[in-house]
């Protein structure tokens, strides 16, 4: 089975950084769109950022100028840097991925169990 994990959440001071990680394993063929989400209690989960095969990226207008995604494709994993962090940004990180299993015949969408970060003022 194909999981994804992810890890660096923590507690940080206003204006300070944290990054995040996310390692896909399992059978895995092809890993396609890979993004981040966040989700505080009792409100939608919000697209934080995005990143193709290709390595192009997309952000939310909350974020850009901050954060940055990125990926390894040789290693299954995809990373969020996260500078300049405000208290708004609190919540649980969550990774996911569009990813083709080991047969080569079909795409699932998968998610992580999400990443605690916790940003005080």
């Known amino acids: 089975q194909v999981q994804l994990v992810e890890s660096g959440g923590g507690l940080v001071q206003a204006g300070g950084s944290l990054r995040l990680s996310c390692v896909a394993s399992?059978?895995?063929?092809?890993?396609?769109?890979m993004g981040w989400y966040r989700q505080t209690p009792g409100k939608q989960r919000e697209l934080v950022a995005t990143?193709?095969?290709?390595?192009?990226?997309d952000y939310a207008d909350s974020v850009k100028g901050r954060f940055t995604v990125s990926r390894d494709n040789a290693k299954n994993t995809v990373a969020l840097q996260m500078n300049s962090l405000k208290p708004e940004d609190t919540a649980v990180y969550y990774c996911?991925?569009?990813?083709?299993?080991?047969?080569?015949?079909?795409?699932?969408?998968?998610w992580g169990q999400g990443t605690q970060v916790t940003v005080s003022s």
């Open positions: 996911n991925a569009y990813i083709v299993g080991g047969g080569g015949l079909m795409q699932y969408h998968y």
């Open positions: 990143i193709t095969s290709g390595g192009t990226t």
């Open positions: 399992g059978s895995i063929f092809r890993i396609n769109d």
